[in-house]
């Protein structure tokens, strides 16, 4: 397959007859999530339509679905980059997933079905394959899915979006700096099964202490690569990409 090749070696396939707008938010959402796109970096919109043979207002729709998401920071007139966090908007945003997560949890709990949960458990042999087959993107993916169906089922759809919001953005900046191999994380990603466990308890403090440990234990790891300078690069980093 043809790939159109945008600049510094970053490239995605042809687009597809269908969605222009939703074929540009998906390769661009995917280049976010897998690394190849890194925090800081500038995406241009001209040259990025040229290189794709979209329309400018095609990818200024899709650059706008991404910044709701929290993915990028738009400057009207001016410039578009992936979102970069600091230390202490990692931290912060890690404290709201605590207290957010917890609440969503508790939620659900209360009104899951058996089939509910036993679609929580199929995300959750999906965070398993992902581990075993160690392919990261599949992880990530997996990952986040288990958690929306966890919001989606606390029915309450401001939270959702709220921790839409809080989260993406933290996945997608500690993806980028985590190691490309599962295999050392495969002890400490597995605290989602306990999640499950509380949840089938439905003891809303078991639920609580069961997303507390998981989130502190999980970004614990990562707290030297999010304490860095905003502008340090991780040793193996590669030249940024520029759309």
Same mark, same amino acid.
């Given at each position: 397959?043809?790939?159109?090749?945008?600049?510094?070696?970053?490239? /995605?396939?042809?687009?597809?007859?269908?969605?222009? +707008?939703?074929?540009? &938010? $998906? &390769? &661009?959402?995917?280049?976010?999530?897998?690394?190849?796109?890194?925090?800081?970096?500038?995406?241009?919109?001209?040259?990025?339509?040229?290189?794709?043979?979209?329309?400018?207002?095609? $990818?200024?729709?899709?650059? #706008?679905q991404l910044e709701h998401a929290?993915? $990028?920071?738009?400057?009207?007139? +001016?410039?578009?980059?992936?979102?970069?966090?600091?230390?202490?908007?990692?931290?912060?945003?890690?404290?709201?997933?605590?207290?957010?997560?917890?609440?969503?949890?508790? #939620?659900?709990a209360r009104r899951m079905s058996?089939?509910?949960?036993?679609?929580?458990?199929?995300?959750?042999?999906?965070?398993?394959?992902?581990?075993?087959?160690?392919?990261?993107?599949?992880? $990530?993916?997996?990952?986040?899915? /288990?958690?929306? &169906?966890?919001?989606?089922?606390?029915?309450?759809?401001?939270?959702?979006?709220?921790?839409?919001?809080?989260?993406?953005?933290?996945?997608?900046?500690?993806?980028? +700096?985590?190691?490309?191999? #599962?295999?050392?994380?495969?002890?400490?990603? +597995?605290?989602?099964?306990?999640?499950?466990?509380?949840?089938?308890?439905?003891?809303?403090?078991?639920?609580?202490?069961? /997303?507390?440990?998981?989130?502190?234990?999980?970004?614990?790891?990562?707290?030297?690569?999010?304490?860095?300078?905003?502008?340090?690069?991780?040793?193996?980093?590669?030249?940024?990409?520029?759309?």
């Open positions: 397959m043809a790939l159109s090749v945008i600049e510094n070696g970053l490239a /995605f396939p042809p687009l597809r007859s269908g969605s222009l +707008r939703s074929q540009v &938010l $998906v &390769l &661009l959402r995917e280049a976010i999530l897998s690394g190849r796109l890194r925090p800081g970096d500038p995406i241009r919109e001209a040259h990025l339509a040229r290189a794709l043979r979209v329309s400018q207002a095609t $990818v200024r729709e899709a650059l #706008l929290g993915l $990028v920071v738009r400057t009207p007139n +001016r410039s578009t980059v992936v979102t970069l966090l600091t230390p202490q908007d990692v931290q912060e945003r890690v404290q709201l997933r605590v207290l957010l997560e917890g609440t969503a949890g508790t #939620l659900a058996e089939q509910d949960f036993a679609a929580l458990e199929t995300r959750l042999a999906a965070i398993h394959k992902a581990l075993e087959t160690d392919v990261y993107l599949d992880y $990530v993916s997996a990952d986040l899915d /288990f958690h929306r &169906l966890i919001w989606e089922l606390a029915g309450n759809k401001t939270l959702c979006r709220v921790l839409e919001l809080v989260t993406v953005p933290l996945f997608a900046y500690l993806t980028i +700096r985590r190691s490309r191999s #599962l295999k050392n994380l495969a002890g400490k990603v +597995r605290s989602h099964d306990p999640i499950l466990q509380a949840m089938r308890s439905r003891d809303p403090e078991a639920i609580r202490e069961a /997303f507390r440990r998981h989130l502190e234990e999980s970004y614990q790891q990562f707290d030297e690569a999010a304490g860095a300078s905003a502008h340090a690069a991780p040793p193996d980093h590669e030249p940024q990409a520029t759309l």
